[in-house]
């Protein structure tokens, strides 16, 4: 908290150049960051910059251009190593974003290790990213998916994934806060519990990463993996970490350039890691970006984003309690961000669509986490989820303007 | 049907904000005729929205009769301004007439009839019974 109280959050915000637009002729209230953070304007000069002074292709090129790309394109693998506290930048794999990183695991670690009669665990929280991939790999294999339920409080129920985990569990993947309800899952607990069990762990941080402090070494995970844009990056680039020993003997994922030493028709040397799991052209101006993002999170420091983000998140659910009829949607005692909600009996896409007259961006529908709103019986719930740089004021005209809407519904 | 149209348009030109021309909107919908349980069926769900919209049609005379439901209010305003149009008209002028009014109603842009968003699927579906009712009145 003291920390906290040392930032200058008007000046922060004011490097958010979207911030100051408006919607339907009001100032834009963006509650919408568990789908996608804005920008700081660092990380679209650092765009910019890259296809205005140095565009090149990476890791062929003898040129000064490709020589400059390569590097910039490079030191982002070795800010996200710092970040993550991974061992070697080796352990750093580019990919399109979360999807793609547990697609990837799925595919050639699925590959390697899973056959009929063995058993993938993942929660009732996860986001369909967590789930479909494995659904796949199980319908390739026979092998099963089992599920740990969560408890009314938006919980995974410790107690039954310790119970599902058996000798024929072959990984557990789950998600370290879950993006429907912002509970904090006790991952290091599940880490442990699995290995245990002899599985393999898989941590979808996608949510974690843009407000949490990440030791990939403490926590001991094999995999963990999260997007950039949903922490002041661009779009399209996400990373997988996986330990050395474990990303090794993967096959590749996709043939191509960069990711072979020697092809012949006869016969292809693949590279080595991380580029052997990363075939083609990379994306090249979005990862120098995200090295730029990464930056500018540290900068201002994940603890100080944390507090920050603790305080809004702690501000906003007190507030929202005294409406009357407002049914909070996950209660855990360790939640991060994301108020998930039903405002009375009314249906989340009205209250999105009227919000949004207001100038106030929320997330309706089901959250790419159907599992989740079937549990509460839901179709769906409203979302509005924080980051650091939005404000306490922002809260009270989202309070005012649900009030609002709570009258036109009625 | 157009006459119908203009009518709602100048309807909506009365209200002056967003507050009045949703809350019309929402009256419009609570006005709709509700669907029975028996026709709240999957069969009449209408694909690609946030909420669950239903549609039931049937050819009386020569003209197809709508009635529509859903379980938000916006959609179900949005389907009952679509209904106030469509229902009554023949196949023929349902398929080839100008539908223009949703356009014209000062509702926000993303209301507007495309075929990634809800109003574009319930227009497609409005579009196919006529289309269906056509060729079954052309084959008898």
Same mark, same amino acid.
């Given at each position: 908290?003291?920390?906290?109280?040392?930032?200058?959050?008007?000046?922060?915000?004011?490097?958010?150049?979207?911030?100051?637009?408006?919607?339907?002729?009001?100032?834009?209230?963006?509650?919408?960051?568990?789908?996608?953070?804005?920008?700081?304007?660092?990380?679209?000069?650092?765009?910019?910059?890259?296809?205005?002074?140095?565009?090149?292709?990476?890791?062929?090129?003898?040129?000064?251009?490709?020589?400059?790309?390569?590097?910039?394109?490079?030191?982002?693998?070795?800010?996200?190593?710092?970040?993550?506290?991974?061992?070697?930048?080796?352990?750093?794999?580019?990919?399109?974003?979360?999807?793609?990183?547990?697609?990837?695991?799925?595919?050639?670690?699925?590959?390697?290790?899973?056959?009929?009669?063995?058993?993938?665990?993942?929660?009732?929280?996860?986001?369909?990213?967590?789930?479909?991939?494995?659904?796949?790999?199980?319908?390739?294999?026979?092998?099963?998916?089992?599920?740990?339920?969560?408890?009314?409080?938006?919980?995974?129920?410790?107690?039954?994934?310790?119970?599902?985990?058996?000798?024929?569990?072959?990984?557990?993947?789950?998600?370290?806060?879950?993006?429907?309800?912002?509970?904090?899952?006790?991952?290091?607990?599940?880490?442990?519990?699995?290995?245990?069990?002899?599985?393999?762990?898989?941590?979808?941080?996608?949510?974690?990463?843009?407000?949490?402090?990440?030791?990939?070494?403490?926590?001991?995970?094999?995999?963990?993996?999260?997007?950039?844009?949903?922490?002041? &990056?661009?779009?399209? /680039? #996400?990373?997988?970490?996986? +330990? $050395?020993? *474990? =990303?090794?003997?993967?096959?590749?994922?996709?043939?191509?350039?960069?990711?072979?030493?020697?092809?012949?028709?006869?016969?292809?040397?693949?590279?080595?890691?991380?580029?052997?799991?990363?075939?083609?052209?990379?994306?090249?101006?979005?990862?120098?970006?995200?090295?730029?993002?990464?930056?500018?999170?540290?900068?201002?420091?994940?603890?100080?984003?944390?507090?920050?983000?603790?305080?809004?998140?702690?501000?906003?659910?007190?507030?929202?309690?005294?409406?009357? &009829?407002?049914?909070? /949607? #996950?209660?855990?005692?360790? +939640? $991060?961000? *994301? =108020?998930?909600?039903?405002?009375?009996?009314?249906?989340?896409?009205?209250?999105?669509?009227?919000?949004?007259?207001?100038?106030?961006?929320?997330?309706?529908?089901?959250?790419?986490?159907?599992?989740?709103?079937?549990?509460?019986?839901?179709?769906?719930?409203?979302?509005?989820?924080?980051?650091?740089?939005?404000?306490?004021?922002?809260?009270?005209?989202?309070?005012?303007?649900?009030?609002?809407?709570?009258?036109?519904?009625? | 049907?157009?006459?119908?149209?203009?009518?709602?348009?100048?309807?909506?030109?009365?209200?002056?904000?967003?507050?009045?021309?949703?809350?019309?909107?929402?009256?419009?919908?609570?006005?709709?005729?509700?669907?029975?349980?028996?026709?709240?069926?999957?069969?009449?769900?209408?694909?690609?929205?946030?909420?669950?919209?239903?549609?039931?049609?049937?050819?009386?005379?020569?003209?197809?009769?709508?009635?529509?439901?859903?379980?938000?209010?916006?959609?179900?305003?949005?389907?009952?301004?679509?209904?106030?149009?469509?229902?009554?008209?023949?196949?023929?002028?349902?398929?080839?007439?100008?539908?223009?009014?949703?356009?014209?109603?000062?509702?926000?842009?993303?209301?507007?009839?495309?075929?990634?968003?809800?109003?574009?699927?319930?227009?497609?579906?409005?579009?196919?019974?006529?289309?269906?009712?056509?060729?079954?009145?052309?084959?008898?």
């Amino acid at each position: 908290m003291k920390g906290a109280t040392r930032i200058d959050w008007q000046a922060i915000r004011a490097d958010f150049p979207i911030l100051d637009e408006q919607v339907h002729g009001k100032p834009l209230v963006y509650f919408d960051n568990a789908a996608t953070s804005q920008k700081p304007k660092q990380v679209i000069d650092a765009l910019v910059a890259y296809y205005s002074r140095y565009n090149s292709n990476v890791h062929r090129g003898v040129h000064s251009l490709s020589q400059q790309a390569t590097a910039a394109f490079e030191a982002t693998r070795r800010k996200v190593q710092l970040l993550l506290n991974a061992r070697e930048e080796a352990e750093i794999i580019y990919t399109s974003g979360t999807t793609a990183a547990i697609n990837l695991v799925a595919s050639s670690w699925g590959a390697l290790h899973v056959v009929a009669g063995d058993e993938i665990l993942i929660t009732g929280l996860e986001h369909h990213a967590n789930i479909v991939p494995w659904q796949m790999l199980c319908e390739r294999t026979g092998a099963k998916l089992v599920v740990a339920p969560i408890l009314d409080n938006g919980e995974v129920s410790l107690e039954a994934f310790a119970q599902l985990l058996s000798p024929r569990t072959k990984m557990a993947a789950f998600s370290w806060i879950s993006n429907a309800l912002g509970t904090v899952n006790p991952v290091h607990k599940m880490i442990a519990l699995a290995q245990a069990a002899g599985a393999f762990t898989l941590v979808d941080a996608a949510q974690a990463a843009p407000h949490s402090v990440i030791d990939v070494q403490v926590l001991d995970c094999d995999f963990l993996c999260f997007s950039a844009h949903k922490m002041l &990056g661009p779009t399209g /680039i #996400g990373i997988l970490y996986g +330990k $050395r020993e *474990v =990303l090794e003997p993967l096959p590749p994922y996709q043939g191509g350039g960069d990711m072979i030493k020697e092809v012949t028709f006869e016969k292809t040397t693949y590279n080595d890691l991380p580029l052997r799991l990363e075939a083609g052209t990379p994306n090249i101006a979005d990862v120098i970006a995200f090295g730029t993002a990464i930056d500018y999170m540290q900068n201002i420091g994940l603890a100080n984003i944390e507090a920050r983000e603790n305080e809004l998140l702690d501000y906003a659910t007190a507030k929202i309690s005294e409406i009357t &009829g407002i049914r909070l /949607i #996950g209660t855990a005692p360790e +939640k $991060r961000c *994301v =108020l998930s909600f039903m405002l009375g009996g009314a249906h989340p896409y009205d209250v999105g669509v009227l919000l949004d007259q207001m100038g106030i961006a929320i997330r309706t529908g089901h959250h790419c986490a159907q599992p989740v709103m079937d549990r509460y019986q839901i179709p769906g719930s409203c979302r509005a989820s924080f980051a650091f740089y939005n404000t306490f004021e922002e809260i009270d005209r989202f309070i005012t303007a649900l009030q609002k809407v709570q009258k036109m519904l009625s | 049907m157009n006459e119908i149209q203009d009518q709602l348009i100048e309807d909506f030109g009365f209200l002056e904000d967003w507050e009045d021309k949703y809350g019309y909107l929402i009256d419009l919908a609570k006005s709709l005729q509700p669907l029975t349980a028996e026709q709240k069926i999957a069969d009449n769900v209408i694909k690609g929205c946030q909420s669950t919209v239903w549609l039931h049609a049937q050819l009386e005379g020569g003209r197809v009769r709508y009635q529509a439901d859903s379980d938000a209010f916006i959609s179900k305003g949005i389907i009952a301004l679509l209904v106030r149009v469509f229902d009554g008209q023949t196949p023929d002028d349902i398929l080839h007439g100008d539908f223009y009014v949703v356009d014209r109603i000062g509702l926000s842009t993303h209301l507007s009839p495309n075929r990634a968003n809800g109003l574009g699927h319930m227009l497609k579906q409005m579009r196919t019974y006529a289309l269906a009712f056509q060729s079954k009145t052309q084959n008898a």
